[in-house]
Nanobody
Framework: QVQLVESGGGLVQAGGSLRLSCAAS????????MGWFRQVPGKEREFVAA????????DYADSVKGRFTISRDNAKNTVYLQMNSLKPEDTALYSC????????????????????WGQGTQVTVSS
């Protein structure tokens, strides 16, 4: 079992920055790819960023590429999402996810490949 707790969300003006953190319980964090997803009420969950369990592979949605950076610290069982140059359209509930422990060291976009999800942290960007 893996439990995930996000933090770092809040209200920020357009152009500002936030850093989200996702703390994971359990001893298998370092063998799981991690992802960040976001959702706005009435819309489908959207992939934001992912990182492989080694940290050597990352992937980003086109809408955040060049503005967001995903990273992880396996010693601290934590994954981060640094968000810069925030836009009002980035407003959403951001959730982190841990994959099912696949053997390949890949950054995964498909939410179906993730087994564990956090409750989310709200990010609101004002114009």
């Amino acid at each position: 079992q893996v439990q995930l707790v996000e933090s770092g969300g809040g209200l920020v003006q357009a152009g500002g920055s936030l850093r989200l953190s996702c703390a994971a319980s359990g001893r298998t964090f370092s063998r799981r790819s991690m992802g960040w997803f976001r959702q706005v009420p009435g819309k489908e969950r959207e992939f934001v960023a992912a990182i492989s369990w080694s940290g050597g592979n990352t992937d980003y949605a086109d809408s955040v590429k060049g503005r967001f950076t995903i990273s992880r610290d396996n010693a601290k069982n934590t994954v981060y999402l640094q968000m810069n140059s925030l836009k009002p359209e980035d407003t959403a509930l951001y959730s982190c996810a841990a994959d099912a422990g696949w053997p390949t060291d890949a950054a995964r976009r498909d939410p179906a490949e993730y087994r564990y999800w956090g409750q989310g942290t709200q990010v609101t960007v004002s114009s």
